[in-house]
């Protein structure tokens, strides 16, 4: 294992290859090639690569209607028919996996919802860990700049729009909420770190759960917590003061509610964070 420091932010959630070719459909984000990759593919593959500018990477593969235009029509990746795994681009074994910066400078390990292979489960070390090294091996030379713009540089941050804490007790906080056993022990957390009452917000929840999924009432709710923890941790909102943060979160949850298979609407919620991301900091490192 890498001996830079990182954090898995999805725990209880995994994923399984099912050959969609979603991966490849390259719809939301683009496949670029480090120095590396580029010296394995540009003999046999030199059709399929181009030229770009304003990113980490000089070279990317071209994209078509489908997508990549090394998928074949079975969704099957022409690298790896022809020339075998370890052929296959760095970003292209990374995926669903993708990397944000710790407010202190540690790596955390995301999970792309959106990949149609995710299940509830737990993800093998083995797989961590392949992950990990795709990260490193990708953004070999540019980690440490990527870690000093991401990390925050001030030592406090926003309770609310009078008070401040340091992240190191924000962090502490969003780990005590969304440890919660239940929606109703969540909305105590709420009330009791940030005087949030999201009373209304929960029991629409429960009735939406209810009446869509009788048996698995508890196992979605645990979930939805679950979701709204590992959201907790990324860059993106973290920028909020946390008693904004913690409303745009039950938020999601409520909308996430609304599907019948939570996965799924985690994965929805997920396309519509990236597209956002997309807008507005011109992010499309990884996919």
């Known amino acids: 294992m890498s001996s830079t420091r990182w954090e898995i932010t999805f725990d209880g959630i995994t994923y399984r290859c099912i050959k969609c070719g979603f991966c490849c459909s390259c719809k939301y984000w683009r496949i670029y090639l480090s120095y590396f990759d580029y010296l394995k593919l540009r003999e046999d593959y030199s059709h399929y690569i181009e030229d770009v ?39 292209c074994k990374l995926f669903p996996f993708s990397f944000r910066v710790k407010w202190n400078g540690d790596f955390l ?19 961590i860990r392949h992950a990990i090294e795709c990260c ?8 440490e700049e990527i870690r000093l713009m991401g990390m925050e540089t001030s030592t406090r941050c ?31 957390r709420y009330r009791e770190v940030a005087n949030l009452n999201i009373g209304g917000e929960v029991a629409y929840i429960k009735r939406r759960i209810e009446r869509n999924i009788k048996s698995k009432r508890l196992t979605v709710e645990r979930e939805i917590i679950r979701y709204l923890g590992e959201l907790n941790k990324r860059e993106i909102f973290r ?15 409520v909308e996430l509610s609304g599907y019948r298979d939570v996965l ?19 992010e499309v490192r990884s996919p």
């Not at 969704?75 to 760095?90: A, D, F, H, M, V």
């Not at 926003?158 to 924000?170: G, N, Q």
């Not at 909020?240 to 949850?253: A, N, W």
Request: proline residues 2%; glycine residues 8%; charged residues 35%.
């Open 53 to 91: 500018r304003g990113s980490y990477f000089s070279k990317r593969l071209k994209v078509g209607r489908r997508g990549c235009l090394l998928l074949t029509r079975d969704n099957l990746c022409r690298i790896q028919i022809e020339r075998g795994y370890s052929y296959k681009p760095t970003m």
């Open 109 to 127: 390990l995301v999970i792309r919802h959106y990949c149609r292979g995710i299940r509830m489960g737990k993800c093998s070390e083995e797989m």
């Open 136 to 143: 490193e091996e990708l953004y070999l030379d540019q980690l």
């Open 158 to 188: 926003k309770l609310d729009e009078r008070e401040y804490i340091t992240w190191e007790e924000r962090e502490e906080l969003g780990r005590y909420i969304f440890s919660s056993a239940s929606l109703e022990d969540l909305s105590r």
């Open 239 to 253: 920028k909020l003061p946390l008693k904004d943060e913690l409303y745009r979160l039950i938020k999601i949850g």
């Open 264 to 282: 799924k609407g985690e994965g929805i919620i997920d396309l519509k964070l990236l597209k956002g991301i997309l807008c507005s900091l011109k």
